[in-house]
């Protein structure tokens, strides 16, 4: 940014735009860089400012008038009638340069309009700035207009016009007479045109039609309008024209009729506790509707009070051009104030004039500038050993920072005392403690006491140097009566289901360091076991059986309780898994569900499972056989690829209900019987016959003795491939006694059998 300072750029300006004049309608672009021709006094560093003329037109008419009538569209600079271009007061140029453009009227009523570009050029550029020589030869003179075109004489001269602004009554106000040179010899009528005149806002100028006093009407307002372009018309009284038409410009002069104003009533800043003096808090803004370019428009800042006054009544000062607050003196420190709260003024006429007020809040932000402190700084407390979890106790700290925030929440770590990992401790949330506890089980006979160093930080490190506050914890650990622990938890023990009762299984023990124990079953689901209550040692009480519903996957599962002699008993628990291995102990089963159903007619065979609740190994291969007369009429086979025994009809049976009894062995020999219900049905017609239960064709063939003739007999009458009737049916003795086929054949037996059966 550099100051130009209020003094006369001057420059040949009056040639161009004398000449200038000799151009078509079309607006003529100049560009116009000024040459500073004065450095004294410069505020940052040596520049230098350029005047050059560039143009590029053709030419139309020309007059020779001497006196030109300009208009600058910057209020910050002025053209006086003789080309001089006057700089008003001391500008800035913020971004190294200001561009404006000059406005010039002839009699006729042309235009041009020339572009100004003042410019920054910084020192090292010195090899390229115009003395007064290079600036001359630099002004670009426009030619002089041909022969072939017209010229005109002007009669009268524009005028420009200053009226302040809110003028006061009576009006009209006379500005002043427009006078034509013809008005001499003739009488002329004048009128007026243009904005403020015929155009809105109407009325405002009027001009005496005989005398040509140019009058306004009304006070006149700048912030609203700042200058009006007025065209004087003068005509004789036939109505014709005596003159080409006259550019008037009246100019509204500023007067100090705004207040300043702040864009806000209260503007809300922040700053670090402890920030340094020059620390920038915020920048406030203000806007005056008056002349910027006159004192009336610039205005300063500055701060009327600070609320509170501590710990300095001047702890902010505001740049009374930028508005920009900042802190002056040291000692911000968020514990004392949290906020301030500023007056601060912004006036007009340098400062001087008239003003306006708003607040300015600033916040003190908080830093870590305040350690946490334990309070108090030694604890000692009792914990009974083996509790997992426990609260130890609540460590205190204070801490002057802002609560709930990273500068508050403390931060804490057991740095002595701690290594075997016992303890472990953790900040709460809302009070900031520091909460202790075991992480697990102490152990009185291991360790009776423990001392702990423990420091508190914040999660954000400090902004001033300060040291770790240190607390110290002494643990003592309290003796209470453990239950016993069996060693191990649980056991396992391999054992053959079919040990004899009261074989020794396992001792099974458990330690406890206090006092004596006894032992007892907690759970044995079966009630197979027993346990010696002083020694721990378990032996068989009944038979085991792997194949027991209590058994899972091999394994039977109980509970061996251990209890002291306390005056409050501690119980412990131990788990005895008895893995069972497997003997051949079962036979095989078929495995068939409800009534087998063959037709007399060729009927297929059919087959059934066989199970063996033994594991691999016992059970199969196995093999089937019939019992008894079964064997005539029926045979079984084995499917040894899927267990399974296959049962066929061996000769054609009339319908009727069998009872066929078939026998299993697994690969021990092992066996047991299945009675299979046969129901044979007749299959000769269109339909298919089946005997219910209860008819008397059913025939019995499990009945050994002489009632298996009787049944035979009726067999051999129904077969047609048995001998002619009345003939000897022979049957071989397969070694089945009557009494082994239960209850209901023990009464048969007595009667028909004797002691060699």
């Known amino acids: 940014m550099v100051n130009l300072p209020s003094q006369i750029l001057k420059f040949v300006f009056l040639t161009v735009l004398r000449t200038a004049f000799c151009l078509s309608s079309s607006v003529l672009n100049t560009l116009v860089m000024c040459k500073r021709v004065n450095t004294e006094k410069l505020s940052c560093k040596q520049a230098s400012f350029l005047c050059r003329f560039v143009q590029n037109m053709d030419f139309d008419i020309c007059t020779d008038q001497n006196r030109f009538l300009f208009i600058c569209d910057d209020n910050r600079f002025k053209v006086e009638i003789d080309g001089t271009i006057k700089v008003k007061h001391d500008i800035k140029l913020h971004h190294g340069r200001i561009n404006f453009s000059i406005h010039g009227w002839h009699s006729v009523g042309k235009k041009i309009t020339s572009r100004v570009t003042v410019e920054y050029q910084r020192p090292h550029h010195t090899g390229h700035e115009l003395n007064d020589q290079t600036e001359s030869q630099n002004i670009q003179m426009f030619p002089h207009p041909s022969s072939g075109l017209k010229r005109y004489n002007r009669q009268w001269v524009g005028h420009v016009f200053d009226i302040p602004e809110n003028q006061r009554a009576p009006f009209p106000k006379e500005l002043g007479p427009m006078e034509s040179l013809k008005s001499k010899n003739s009488t002329l009528h004048y009128s007026i045109t243009g904005p403020g005149a015929d155009l809105p806002p109407v009325g405002l100028f009027i001009i005496n039609r005989d005398s040509g006093l140019l009058l306004v009407t009304e006070p006149l307002d700048r912030e609203k309008q700042s200058k009006y372009l007025l065209t004087v018309h003068a005509a004789f009284i036939n109505g014709t024209s005596a003159e080409d038409p006259m550019i008037v410009i009246v100019f509204v002069v500023d007067e100090n009729d705004n207040n300043p104003e702040f864009i806000s009533n209260t503007f809300i800043g922040n700053v670090n506790e402890g920030s340094q003096p020059g620390t920038s808090v915020m920048t406030v803004t203000a806007t005056d509707k008056d002349d910027p370019t006159t004192d009336n428009g610039m205005f300063k800042f500055s701060v009327l009070s600070q609320t509170p006054p501590v710990p300095h009544p001047q702890m902010f000062t505001i740049d009374q051009d930028t508005g920009t607050i900042r802190v002056i003196s040291a000692g911000l420190d968020r514990e004392n104030v949290s906020e301030y709260t500023l007056i601060i003024k912004v006036a007009d006429m340098k400062g001087t004039g008239l003003s306006n007020t708003a607040t300015a809040s600033i916040t003190v932000l908080d830093q870590n500038?305040?350690?946490?402190?334990?309070?108090?700084?030694?604890?000692?407390?009792?914990?009974?050993?083996?509790?997992?979890?426990?609260?130890?106790?609540?460590?205190?700290?204070?801490?002057?920072?802002?609560?709930?925030?990273?500068?508050?929440?403390?931060?804490y770590r057991i740095v002595k005392g701690n290594d075997g990992g016992n303890f472990g401790i953790t900040a709460e949330p809302d009070s900031n403690d520091g909460i202790v506890k075991t992480i697990k089980g102490l152990d009185f006979e291991a360790k009776q006491q423990y001392i702990l160093l423990i420091t508190v930080e914040n999660e954000v490190p400090f902004s001033t140097p300060?040291?770790?506050?240190?607390?110290?914890?002494?643990?003592?650990?309290?003796?209470v009566n453990e239950a016993p622990v069996f060693s191990p938890p649980t056991l396992s023990v391999p054992v053959k289901e079919d040990v004899p009762l009261n074989t020794f299984i396992a001792t099974y023990q458990a330690k406890d360091p206090d006092i004596e124990m006894k032992y007892y079953i907690g759970?044995?689901?079966?009630?197979?076991?027993?346990?010696?209550?002083?020694?721990?040692?378990?032996?068989?009480?009944?038979?085991m059986n792997r194949e027991s519903p209590f058994v899972k996957n091999d394994k039977y599962t109980s509970l061996i309780y251990a209890y002291d002699n306390a005056n409050y008993p501690a119980t412990g628990t131990g788990t005895l898994v008895l893995l069972l291995e497997d003997v051949n102990d079962n036979g095989p089963v078929v495995d068939v569900v409800g009534d087998v159903h063959f037709c007399n007619q060729k009927p297929p065979p059919q087959e059934f499972s066989v199970v063996d609740p033994d594991f691999v190994g016992n059970a199969g291969p196995f093999r089937a056989e019939l019992l008894h007369e079964a064997r005539r009429n029926w045979a079984v086979s084995m499917n040894d690829t899927e267990n399974k025994i296959i049962l066929s009809m061996a000769t054609q049976l009339p319908p009727a209900e069998y009872q066929i009894i078939v026998r299993a062995y697994d690969n021990g020999n092992n066996y047991q019987d299945t009675t299979l219900k046969v129901v044979v049905c007749d299959c000769t017609g269109d339909k298919i016959h089946c005997p219910k239960a209860g008819n008397p064709a059913i025939v019995w063939l499990a009945v050994l003795g002489s009632l298996c003739a009787v049944f035979n007999l009726k067999m051999a009458d129904s077969d047609p491939m048995a001998p002619p009737y009345d003939s000897l049916l022979v049957f071989h003795h397969e070694g089945d006694s009557l009494n082994q086929w239960g209850t209901r054949f023990k009464k048969l037996a007595d009667t028909y059998g004797g002691e060699d059966e």
Not at 373 to 396: G, K, M, S
Not at 524 to 543: C, R
């Open 523 to 543: 759970n044995d689901p079966a009630g197979w076991l027993n346990v010696d209550k002083e020694s721990g040692i378990i032996t068989v009480k009944q038979a």
């Open 369 to 411: 500038d305040n350690a946490p402190q334990f309070n108090p700084t030694n604890y000692i407390q009792n914990v009974p050993e083996n509790a997992v979890d426990f609260e130890v106790v609540r460590l205190i700290v204070t801490d002057n920072d802002e609560r709930h925030t990273p500068t508050w929440n403390a931060k």
């Open 466 to 479: 300060s040291s770790t506050s240190t607390a110290t914890l002494t643990v003592t650990v309290e003796d």
